[in-house]
């Protein structure tokens, strides 16, 4: 599991964002709560093209109520594309969150593939 740099939430609580690649997802933590405690996640599955380039398709985010409110899936989408932009990633947005933060932050748009029908039939695949 990849740890990434601390942002402290809407609270001011510190947050930490890791990429859990057994599990195919980023989670986020906050401190102060149980150890290991995860308060939400971002679920994706990686597709590899024979040119080399892989796309990282993001299919479910989702944060626990108890953590509601506090910008925690923010703070977990924007560090989950900022880790896959930075590993030359190419990131599929096909859950909403992430789409919608995608069409909020055009800074993205480089590395960024529209959904497309294609996908949607390959992580139909993956996920059954």
Same mark, same amino acid.
């Given at each position: 599991?990849?740890?990434?740099?601390?942002?402290?939430?809407?609270?001011?609580?510190?947050t930490t964002v890791r990429d859990n690649a057994f599990a195919g997802r980023y989670e986020i933590t906050?401190?102060?709560?149980?150890?290991?405690?995860?308060? %939400?996640? $971002?679920?994706?599955?990686? &597709?590899?093209?024979? =040119?080399?380039?892989?796309? !990282?398709?993001?299919?479910?985010?989702? /944060?626990?109520?108890?953590?509601?409110?506090? %910008?925690? $899936?923010?703070?977990?989408? &924007?560090?989950?594309? =900022?880790?896959?932009?930075? !590993?030359?990633?190419?990131?599929?947005? /096909?859950?909403?969150?992430?789409?919608?933060?995608?069409?909020?932050?055009?800074?993205?748009?480089?590395?960024?593939?529209?959904?497309?029908?294609?996908?949607?039939?390959?992580?139909?695949?993956?996920?059954?």
């Amino acid at each position: 599991m990849t740890r990434y740099e601390q942002t402290a939430d809407k609270t001011g609580a510190q947050t930490t964002v890791r990429d859990n690649a057994f599990a195919g997802r980023y989670e986020i933590t906050v401190d102060g709560t149980a150890e290991g405690v995860v308060a %939400g996640f $971002a679920e994706y599955r990686d &597709r590899a093209y024979p =040119d080399t380039s892989t796309e !990282r398709v993001f299919f479910h985010t989702e /944060v626990a109520e108890d953590f509601g409110g506090r %910008g925690l $899936a923010t703070i977990l989408v &924007r560090q989950a594309l =900022d880790d896959a932009r930075s !590993r030359g990633l190419i990131i599929v947005g /096909v859950c909403p969150l992430v789409a919608a933060f995608l069409d909020k932050h055009p800074e993205y748009a480089e590395v960024t593939r529209a959904v497309t029908p294609d996908v949607l039939v390959w992580l139909r695949r993956r996920q059954s």
